[in-house]
């Protein structure tokens, strides 16, 4: 039974159209700039770019085809978008790839962060080369041990019995999960201290274009990397709080407001992109001040462009 407004479910599922349609105006402008106006010398950062523009746009287009929300005591998404179907089958496979592809994109510029490190330190600092082999390693083996444990959470919630065929105890669960954030956490850290320290020990050494794409890169990716977590993990302790007050009203709107920050972080993303990266930004910002003065004399055109 829905105990959540109409006005209130309306109000999400425009505001979940909005941050759509504003998604997806932005987004050619971002691909084009990521795939053409990225210089040779940023490549693997443009191919890290690109995977991540997948799983991101896969998450939008989930959930702007289905607006999920919560809407009673039971605490299940329930689909009010373009496909509207009563299934709590089809409710729990959208809550499951939003989950997942949220943690797939955060591990993305995980590895973007350490990707940096080893490309500009690679000809100053010695570190056997095994070392990050390990790392990516860890990182997709973990990664797919918490997509079991959110198929497992989500199907609990769902199905009474959940997936019995999992034959998964709830220590391994929470053990799993408890890895997978404090090693995130921790990885972050060392990786960014690394980065940071780098840059103030051996700027001298690095030749100014190679210094300046570093920090520009880096910047770049720890603004990504904070509104990712102010977008999906932030929200997360909301819920949290709200489930510790009791009040019904709260988490449901808590929940909701989860979902609502997750579709819109794929559009912050690109904007803080597009700002950090200066060939990004230098392509949008001349793709808006160019004007084609088109000028006919008899059956010529002539069309000149100048800058405003």
Not at 23 to 36: G, K, N, Q, R
Not at 115 to 122: L, Q
Not at 167 to 184: C, D, G, K, P, Q
Request: charge should be positive; charged fraction near 10%; include cysteine.
């Amino acid at each position: 039974m829905t105990t959540t407004p109409l006005y209130v479910i309306a109000c999400f599922t425009n505001l979940g159209y909005i941050v759509a349609v504003a998604t997806c105006i932005l987004a050619p402008f971002y691909l084009y700039a990521v795939i053409c106006k990225s210089p040779d010398h940023m490549t693997a950062y443009r191919n890290l770019l690109l995977t991540q523009f997948v799983f991101s746009a896969l998450t939008t287009v989930s959930y702007a085809s289905t607006l999920p929300m919560v809407d009673d005591e039971t605490f299940h998404w329930h689909l009010y978008g373009v496909i509207e179907v009563k299934s709590d089958i089809l409710a729990a496979i959208v809550a499951i790839i939003i989950t997942y592809y949220c943690n797939v994109n955060t591990d993305l510029l995980l590895i973007m962060l350490i990707n940096r490190y080893d490309t500009v330190s690679k000809n100053v600092v010695t570190y056997p080369r095994s070392r990050y082999f390990y790392t990516y390693t860890f990182i997709c083996i973990t990664n797919v041990a918490e997509c079991y444990t959110i198929i497992f959470r989500i199907t609990n919630l769902y199905f009474p019995y959940g997936l019995e065929i999992a034959m998964v105890t709830e220590n391994f669960i929470v053990f799993t999960s408890a890895l997978y954030h404090l090693s995130r956490i921790i990885g972050l850290i060392a990786i960014i201290s690394l980065n940071v320290q780098f840059e103030k020990n051996y700027e001298n050494v690095l030749s100014p274009v190679v210094a300046r794409l570093h920090k520009m890169l880096t910047k770049s990716i720890i603004a990504n990397l904070i509104s990712a977590l102010i977008c999906t993990r932030l929200p997360l302790l909301l819920v949290l709080a709200a489930s510790i007050s009791g009040d019904l009203d709260i988490c449901i709107f808590a929940m909701n407001t989860l979902g609502l920050y997750i579709s819109g972080a794929f559009l912050v993303s690109m904007i803080l992109t597009l700002h950090f990266v200066k060939p990004y930004w230098r392509y949008i910002v001349r793709s808006f001040k160019r004007k084609n003065n088109v000028v006919t004399v008899g059956h010529v055109v002539f069309v000149s462009n100048v800058e405003s």
